[in-house]
């Protein structure tokens, strides 16, 4: 009599908890569980969406900072500021070099900064190595000194400066002969083709000056030092056309 007791109550309690049991899962899946779980399940890809956006864009800046993006850099000689297509400034200062007159001494051109620092000197001893600031000189060949080439601006005698720019791009290469730079490249500054004068002692190398170059503030007196003129093109070796006697080579400054 107890066993069939025991049998039966267990049965009916059996029967109660799949009964709840049953009913749990009915409850799980109706309408408003599945708009709830749906809900919940967008909102979390949502938030992972967001985080891989956050996680590209990091690792976009940092690669454009350790050379895997890469970056370069280079100077826009005759101004104080870098153009806005991804670039920015790392400092301006003073165009420099090598005195025109004499004969030796280093053939490049450095853009010094504004704000030197000094490990031992002494001031009274003579160096054998000197570095000069840079006078535009175009005035010398030139009726309107030169204003023309430079949008009218006249820039005789004063004093050049520069600009070191950090592009994200990181193949960057001057081009002369030409003001636009071939297709996949971009251009960062275009102008004209300088170097020291023919006939002088010293030598320099080509570089190329902004379009419309900026002067040093207070930098007009008659210096000298290092100077700039315009490179034009001589017939003969050179291939004439394209090229043309006596006419102003153009340059431009591109990355990609």
């Known amino acids: 009599m107890c066993f069939v007791f025991y049998i039966s109550f267990f049965l009916i309690s059996a029967s109660e908890i799949f009964c709840r049991d049953r009913n749990n899962r009915l409850l799980l899946h109706d309408d408003a569980s599945l708009v709830q779980a749906y809900q919940t399940l967008a909102a979390e890809v949502n938030a992972m969406k967001s985080e891989i956006t956050t996680l590209k864009s990091t690792v976009a800046?940092?690669?454009s900072?350790?050379?895997?993006?890469?970056?370069?850099l280079y100077v826009r000689w005759g101004r104080t500021s870098c153009p806005a297509n991804g670039t920015h400034l790392v400092y301006s200062g003073f165009s420099a070099g090598f005195y025109y007159g004499k004969s030796g001494g280093a053939t490049n051109h450095l853009c010094l900064p504004t704000d030197p620092q000094w490990a031992h000197y002494d001031d009274s001893v003579t160096s054998g190595s000197k570095i000069y600031g840079v006078e535009y000189q175009f005035g010398d060949t030139f009726s309107d000194q030169g204003s023309a080439f430079f949008g009218g601006e006249h820039i005789y005698e004063e004093d050049a400066p520069c600009a070191v720019c950090q592009s994200t791009r990181p193949i960057m290469m001057m081009l002369p002969g030409r003001l636009d730079c071939y297709p996949g490249w971009t251009k960062e500054y275009n102008g004209y083709l300088v170097s020291e004068a023919d006939g002088h002692a010293s030598a320099s190398e080509y570089i190329c000056l902004d379009s419309r170059p900026e002067v040093v503030m207070g930098g007009h007196a008659n210096n000298n030092g290092r100077l700039?003129?315009?490179?034009?093109?001589?017939?003969?070796?050179?291939?004439?056309?394209?090229?043309?006697?006596?006419?102003e080579l153009t340059c431009v400054v591109c990355t990609k």
Do not use: I
């Open 61 to 63: 800046t940092l690669q």
């Open 228 to 247: 700039f003129y315009l490179v034009e093109g001589v017939c003969g070796s050179l291939k004439c056309p394209p090229y043309v006697e006596g006419r």
């Open 65 to 72: 900072y350790t050379g895997t993006g890469g970056h370069s």
